[in-house]
C-alpha cells in the first residue's frame, strides 16, 4: 500500500511506504519494538519487532475500516474525513472520473455529481463548459462556482487566444475534485461562494522508487448530424413553387450545382494526446514531473488546438515531520488556430444550387454573391461563401500560463495540537493573438483598404496569501474533539488589455481605432474561523465565519460577514441502529450559512469616474476634433449579493458500504440581487445601474446512491446514479418593487435588438416570452395567427412566458464492470423539461429569405411543414422540448498487468457521444443558454489509448 | 483594510475638474452624445443599455420617431418592434420610444451634471480664472442650450416628463413630472437667459451659439399652440427674424446641403455632426445613408461600403411632387429604377420608392474620409436657414405679427428657387401661399430631416383619417388613428422605476 507511514512507537524514526508498498527504516539498535502502520481509511496495526543485526522484514497487511467513510477530503482552508463532514461535500477521485478523450478539467465530473450541471458549451477543441452547482444563485451576476486549484482560487475572467481558462490544465494531472455544495461547507469562501466551491487538487509526488508512467490517447472526431436544411433538389423544387412566390429575377439566381455546404467545411479530424510523468524521490524528497502534449484538431476545418504542459510538485516533511512542505507549479503553453466559425451558420444559410468556386479569381476563386446594383462588388448583405470564410480566415491565440503554489505546514514539537499553515499562491496568465484576413476575402472586400488585420494581448495576475492557525484536541474524559482554525487570506487580481488598432490586411492602414483602458485591480482580504466539534463521536458541529472586504465596494460597502452553522447527528452509533447489520452508515446533517457574490460585471460600480473616448468618438469644434470624457454611472451604495442557504441531507450506507449515498434538499433565498437595473429616468448619468434589487430564491433535491452490486474475485460491478430536482423562482427585479417589471434578455437573430427571454417576478430566470402559436387542421402552424389571450381582439399584446431553458431534473448513471483484466464502463446523462429556442430554423424559415435583391438563403426545411412566408420569430412553435438521454463515454480497457519489462500495460478504446436520444429538431438538444443558434456541433469521437508503466 | 484601489490612470469625478484641459472634452461628449452611441467609435462602450447599441443612438432614434411615424419613411427590416412605428400600433413597451426618451434623458443629465460641475462656486473652487473662467461660462452656456433641445424633444414628443436640474444629485430618486406647458415656459426661459454667454452666430463650427438659439425658440413658438394650447406666432416671427438677420445664406445647389462637406455650407445654423475617422457610429448619419441605400442603387455613388436596403417613402409622400425624376424641382430625391411606386409588401425593399438624399461624397464627387466605407463624413443639418424662413411664412400666415406676407413670400420663394436650380418657374403667387401650401413644402424641402411628425400634428394630418398613407394604422390603404397617437408613451419602464407618473392618455 502507496503511502503508509510506518513509525516506532516511542521514536521520531518513521517512513513512508513508496510506490510498491515497500519501505525502510534505519538507524535502529538491535531490539524490540513497537512497530505501527498508519493509512488513512485503514485501521492502524501496531506489532512487536525484534530487530537483529540484519535486515529485519516486518509486513504489514491492513485492513480497510469502513470503506469510504474515512475517506479524506479536502473543504476550504484544510481537510476533514468524510465520516465528520456536515455539510453537502462531494468528492471525486481519479479512479473515477471520466474516461476518454478529455481536454478540460471540468468534462472529468461531468454527470457524476447530483446537484452539478455541467454543459460544453461547444464541439470546438478546448471549449469551455456551463457549470451550474444547483442551478446558481444570481441572474446578472456571475453563476458560476468559485474554483480553487491547489489552495489558488482563480479568476472567473477568461483569458484572450483560448476559448477557455480552465483548458489550460492538463486533466491528467488532477488528483481530486471536491465539490462544496451548500452553504455549510462553502461560507468558509465568503463572498465568492454562493454558486458553490469546485477544490480541484493535482497530483503529488510520493517518495519511492523512480517510476515513469506514459499514456497517449489517439482519436478520431467525426461529426453526428447536420443541421436539417433543404437538399439543392428540395430547394430547386421550393424556389420554383407558387408558394415561395418569387419574382423572375430572384429565380434566375438559382444555381445549377449541388453543393452541400456543411458537409464542406466539416471533416474527420485527429487528435493526439500523450503525457509521460515522472514520479520518486530524489535524496527522499518525493516529486511527480509530468509533461503533457495535445494536439487537436476541430471538426470545423481548420480549427486547432495545440497545448503543452508541464506540472511539477514537491513535497516533503522536514524536521522530524513537524514542517510539511507542498510546492505545485504548472506551466501551460497553448496554440490555438481559431476557425471563422461564422461559417457555420453561413453553411446552413448558403444556397445549396451555388458552386464553391465561382471558376474566376475574384475573391480568392471563391463564388460570392455580388452586389445588386451590378457594381461588381460582394453584396454587403448576402452570407459568405461558407467555405470561402474558413480559408480566407488566419486567426491565431497563444497563451502561457503559470499557476503555483507553495504550501507551509508547521506543527509546533512543544504543542502538537497546534499547527501553522501558510499558503502562497499565484496565477499569471498571459494571451495574445492576431487575426488576419487577405485582401482578396469577400467579407471587407468593398473598403479602400482591403482585408484586415488586428492584434491583441491582455495580462492576467492574482497573488494570494493565505495563513491560518489550527487547534486540534481530543478530550477524552469528556468524550469530545475540538478543532479550532482561524486564519486570513489576502487576494489581489490585476486585468490588462492593450489597446490596439484594427488595420487593413497591410497592416499599416488603421481601419478601427483601439479602444481606450485602463488596468483594472482590486483586492479581497478576508479574516475567518473556522469550530468543528463532536460530542461522543455522534454529534457533529461545524461553525465557519468569514468577514470579506472586496475593494470593489465603497468603504460604506466594504465589508461582509458570512456566517454558517452544521450540525450533524450520526444516526448510525444510536443503539436503535447500531443494531441493524446491514446499515452500515447513518447520519443527518442540517447546515444553514450565508454566502455572497462580488463578481458582478463592472470592477467598481461604486466610483464616480469620467470615462475618454477613444480617437474615433470625438467630435469637432471649429476644424479641430476632440476626444470626451465621459461622467459616469455611479452607485455609492451597492453592496454584495447575499444567499442564505438552508440544507438538511441523510449521509446513508448498506452492506458495509456497498451501497452508500446521499440525499440533500436545499432551499436557498438571494436578497440584494444585483442587476444592472433601468433607474428613474434623469437620476442617474445614464438609464441603468448596478443596484441590489433583486430577490430569487431555488429549491430542489439532490440525490445519489452508488452501487458495488458484484464484488468476487474475478468480477467487480459498479453502479453510480444521481438524479437533481432543481427550481428557481424569481421574487423580485424592480427597485420600487414593481411586479410588471420585466427585463427582455436572450438575443436571437432574424433582426437586430430582438430577444426571446423574459426575466419577471414569479417565473423562473429565462423562460421564453412568445406568442401561442394556432394550428391548422392538419396540425401544421398558422402563419401569423396567435391565441388572443388577453381577448382584446387581437394577439398583438398577447406574448406570454412560456416553458424555460433550465432542466427541471437532471441525472446522471454511470457504470463499470471489471472483470479480470478487462474494464467495460460507460457514462450517460439525462435532462428533463429543459426547452430550447430553434433559432436556426425559426430566423431562416420563411419563404422571405428567398426575397432578399441580388441573393438566395437556404432555408431549414421546416419550411416544408410551416409554409410561412415571413419569419414567425416569436412563435411557441419554436420553443422545442429539448429533453435528452445522452451517453457520454463507453469505454474498454484490458489491462496486460506486468509484460514485456513494464510495470504495467493497459489498452483503452472509447467513444465519446455515443448516442443522444431526444425529440428535438435541431442539432443537438443541449443548449445551456437555452436558445440554439448555429452550435458548434459536439463530434462523436473514437480512440484508442495506451498506457504504460515503467 | 481601506485602501482604495482604482483602474491606473482614470479620473474621478473628484479630479476632473481641477484641470481646465478637461473641460473641453467633457463639453465635446455634451454634443458627442446626439451623434454618437458611446465613448468607443464606432461601438463598444455605450452611453445606455437595454437596446442594441447602434440603435440607442439619439439622431438615430430622433429620425425613427420624427420620420418612420410619417409618410416620408417607411422601413423593412424586422427589427423588435420598428413595424409598429409606421404601423402606429405602438405601446409603451416600444423598444425605440424607449430609447429615444432614454437617451433625451441621458443627455439631460449630462448636461446636469457639467452645469453642476461648473457652477460659479464650483468654478472658483476649482481655481478656474481669467479667460479660462469667460469661456467655462461659455461652456456653461451651451450645456444649457443642449438641455433645453433635449427638452423641447422630450416636449414634442412626450408631453409631460419627469424635471430634473442641475439642482439634483446624482443617485436615484423619483423626480416629478411637470406639465407640457410648465416646461415650455421653463425652455423658453432657459434660451432666453443664456443668450449672453452664447457665442455670437458661426463664432465656431459646430458649437451651439445666439443663433441656434434662437431657432429652438422661433421652432417652440410655432409649435406653442399644440404644447400650451396658445400660439405664440409673433414670437416666432421675432426669433426667426433675429436669425434670418444673422448672415447666414442659402447654400446655392440644394444637393450640397447633404453632402460629406456640408461643414462648409452657410446655411446651416446647427448641426449634428458626423466624420468618418473621428466621429464614428452606426446611429445617425451612419444609419441614414446606409439603410437609404439598396436594390439596384450603388453604393460607391453614395460613397459606402453597401446598403442596408431599409428605408422608402410612401406614394402619398411621391405625390408632393408632379414631377418626380428631379429634373424640375431638386428635391426630388427619388431613386426608381427597379422599385414600385406602391409598397405592397412592407417587407421588401423594392416596394417604395427610395431616397437618395444624404450621400457620403464631396459636391467634388470625392468619397469620404473613411477608407472601410462604413462611416459617413456627412453632417446632420438639425438648423438650417430654409426651415427658418419656411417658419416666419408659417407664423406670418397663422396671424404672427411682426412679420409681412410680402416678405413671407419672397422667404418661400427664395427656397423655391433654389429648389429649381435658380429658375423661378417653381415661384408661387401670394394667393397660393397658404398653410395647405406650408405643410407641403415642409414636406418637400425638409425630407427625412427629422420635422415631419411635428409639421404634421401642427397641421392635424397625424392622426385621424384627413389624411391617410400607405401602411398608416397598420392597412396597406392607411386607416384612421387614435388621437392620443400625437403625444408619445412615456415608457413603461419609467413608469414602473418612477411610480410619481402618471402615463399619457390612451397608454397603459
Redesign the interface.
Known sequence: LPGTSVTIDGTTLGATTDGNGDYAITGLKPGNYSVTAKFLGYIAFTKTITVGNSVTTADFTLKPQNTSLNEVVVVGYGTQRKKDLTGSVVSISAKDFNQGPITTPEALISGKVSGVQITSNSGAPGAGSTIRIRGGASISASNDPLIVIDNVPVSNSGIAGIDNALATINPNDIESFNILKDASATAIYGSRASNGVIIITTKKGKSGKFAVDFSTLNSLSKIVKEAPVLTAAEFRDVTSSAQAGLTTAQKGLVGTSNTDWQSLIYHTAFSTDNNINFSGGIKGLPYRLSIGYLDQDGILKTDNLKRTTVALNLNHDFLHQSLKIDFNVKGTYTDRKFANQGAIGAAVGFDPTQPVYSGNSNYGGYFEWL?????G?P???APRNPLGLLNQYNSNGYTKRTLGSLTLNYTFPFLKELQANATFGGDITDGMGNTYIPPTAAS?F????KGSYSQYFSENYTYTNDYYLKYTKDFKSIKSHLDVQAGYSYQYFHFYTKPENTY?ADKT?V???A??S??????I?SPFGRVNFTYDDKYLLTATIRDD?S?RFS?LRRNGYFPSLALAWRLKEEPFFKAMSSLSDLKLRVGYGITGQQDIGP??PY?????????????????A???????D???TLIKWEQTATSNIGFDYGFLNGRINGSIDYYYKKTKDLLF?T????????????Y?NIGNLHSRGIDLNINVNAISTKDISWNIGYNVSFNRITVDNI???K?P??SI?TGGIP?????TIQLLKAGYTPYQFYVYQQVYGKSGMPLEGVYVDRNGDGSS??DKYLYKHPNPTVFMGFNSNLAYKKWNLGFTMRANLDNYVYNAVQASNGAY?GL???GYLNNLPNSILKTNFS??Q?YSDYYVENASFLRMDNANLSYNFGKVAGLRSLRVTANVQNVFVITNYTGLDPEVSSGIDNNIYPRPRVYSLGVNASF | CKKNLTPEGQLTTASVYKDFNNYKPVLAKLYTAFALSGQQGPAGNPDVAGIDEGFSNYLRELFNMQELTTDEAQIVWNDGTVHNLHDMTWNSQNEFIRAMYDRIFYEIALDNEFIRQTTDAQLSKNGITGNNLVLAKQYRAEARFLRALAYYHAIDLYGSVPFVTENDEVGVFFPKQKSRAELFAYVESELKAIDGDLGNPRFEYGRADKAAAWTLLAKLYLNAQVYTGTGHYTEAVTYASKVIAAGYTLEPNFKNLFLADNNTSNEIIFPIESDGTHTQGYGGMTYLIHASVGGKMDPAAFGINGGWAGLRTTPQYVSLFSDVTGNTDKRALFFTDGQNLDINDEYTFTDGYAIQKFRNVTSAGVKGSDATGNFPDTDFPMFRLADVYLIYAEAVLRGGAGGDPATALSYVNKVRTRAYAGSTAGNITQGELTLPFMLNERGRELLFEMQRRTDLIRFGKFTGDSYLWQWKGGVKGGTSVSSNLNIMPIPSTDIINNPTLVQNPGYK
Do not use: I
Not at chain 1, 485602463?518 to 483586492?523: A, D, S
Open positions: 452586389d445588386a446594383s451590378g457594381n462588388n453584396s454587403t448583405l471587407n468593398n473598403q479602400t483598404y487593413a492602414n481601419t478601427s481605432a479602444a481606450v485602463f488596468p483594472g485591480q482590486y483586492y482580504e472586504r475593494s468603504e470592477l467598481f466610483l464616480a469616474v469620467y470615462d475618454p473616448s477613444n480617437s474615433s468618438a470625438g467630435y469637432q469644434f471649429g476644424s476634433f476632440t476626444n470626451t470624457l465621459r461622467a454611472a455611479y452607485n444592472d433601468p433607474v428613474p429616468d434623469g437620476t442617474n448619468l445614464t438609464n441603468h445601474v443596484a424592480s427597485a420600487t414593481d410588471n417589471q427582455a432574424g433582426g437586430v435588438g430582438n398583438l399584446n422571405a426575397k432578399f435583391q415571413q419569419y420569430l
